[in-house]
């Protein structure tokens, strides 16, 4: 037990100082795994193996090119733009600072409360994190080019994967279900975020707030981010709606934002798809958090495909230990699992049960 505590530790404190390689692999992983079923759909239709293998190579680069492009643009455009609304927020100030003085709080006692909030901690964070997504575009070519190599890899690496069924059958199993998991997360996540980020675009629109493609982006970015990413994805157009209009488009933004997502993502999606992934909802939340503290702002995209990973490599390959899966899951035990006998009990227990 304790070598395995300390052996989690080290590579944990590994997988954190080496984020800067290991998220931008792992993002690259997770694309070419998101495109394999076109490549085999292009494949079973008569198309060679490495046209196929190019051509879904071709389209999750351009999706990937395309997502930083637009972020790019967009980031520049909202750098310009933000500070014209600097006398309207000295405004806002003002104002806020009014309506505290008229209910007894005076510039003293809301100096000593500002006082003891730091901001500093606050900035270094959205720094940090801002610092995460850009560097992802940094990266670029790098991802680019591992996308390539793995591009090149899949068909082969099928292949591998059936040969290696024969021998260790429950690795294979395990490494099959971690690909099918992560391929059908991946399309619910794209397909609905998609929905949400047009009907939020649309929202925008009518409420007149500046940059909604930027704003819409950001939701569909987020949507892969669980439990907090609706969150992430609100408070910036909602802010920027306060400044350009005031407090009711604030929360004509909340309120709408907070409709969509109740709708498509709490009524409508599990009843088309179910659970699209074997998580709890306490574990999908501390994969976030234990990711993102790993691997930074792209741990918390990538959260839920890591930890199918971690999963099925640590449980699920293991026959004696995938009864552990069915319980952070909440699915039914798997039927494959081996049960304690009664003769393979101590005898105390065996009477114990007995007499119940």
């Known amino acids: 037990m304790l070598l395995g505590t300390a052996a989690a530790v ?9 984020a800067g390689i290991v998220g931008p692999v792992f993002l690259a992983l997770t694309l070419t795994i998101a495109v394999s079923p076109l490549r085999r759909l292009l494949v079973r239709q008569g198309v060679k193996v490495w046209i196929a293998s190019l051509t879904a190579l071709v389209v999750v680069n351009a999706f990937l090119l395309g997502v930083a492009a637009a972020l790019a643009l967009s980031v520049a455009q909202l750098a310009t733009l933000l500070p014209t609304y600097q006398d309207k927020f000295a405004d806002l100030v003002d104002d806020v600072r009014g309506w505290l003085a008229d209910r007894g709080v005076g510039d003293e006692q809301l100096q000593a409360a500002l006082q003891k909030i730091d901001l500093g901690k606050f900035f270094d964070v959205l720094q940090g994190w801002l610092s995460g997504f850009l560097g992802v575009i940094s990266d670029l070519g790098f991802i680019v080019i591992v996308l390539f190599f793995m591009g090149l890899d899949a068909s082969a690496f099928s292949d591998r994967l059936r040969e290696a069924a024969r021998i260790r059958p429950d690795i294979s199993s395990a490494l099959t279900g971690f690909a099918r998991g992560t391929t059908r997360y991946l399309v619910v996540s794209t397909v609905f975020g998609l929905i949400v980020a ?12 500046p940059l909604p493609w930027l704003w819409g982006l950001l939701a569909f970015i ?25 407090w009711a488009t604030l929360l004509w933004v909340i309120i709408a934002y907070s409709v969509i997502n109740f709708i498509i993502q709490s009524i409508i999606q599990p009843k088309v798809v179910g659970e699209a992934v074997g998580l709890s909802t306490t574990l999908t939340f501390l994969s976030l958090v234990f990711w993102a503290w790993i691997l930074g702002p792209l741990g ?27 319980l952070i899951s909440g699915d039914r035990l798997p039927e494959d699992v081996p049960t304690v006998e009664a003769a393979d009990l101590p005898a105390a227990e065996v009477a114990t049960e007995q007499a119940g």
């Open 10 to 18: 080290l590579i944990a404190a590994g997988l954190r100082g080496f």
């Open 198 to 209: 047009i009907f939020d675009v649309g929202v925008l629109y009518v409420l007149d707030i």
């Open 222 to 246: 987020t949507n892969y981010i669980p439990n907090i990413g609706f969150f992430i994805g609100v408070i910036p157009p909602a802010l920027l709606g306060l400044l350009d209009q005031g």
């Open 300 to 326: 918390a995209v990538l959260a839920i495909p890591l930890s199918l990973l971690v999963k099925a490599l640590l449980l699920d390959a293991d026959p004696s230990t995938r009864w552990v899966g069915g």
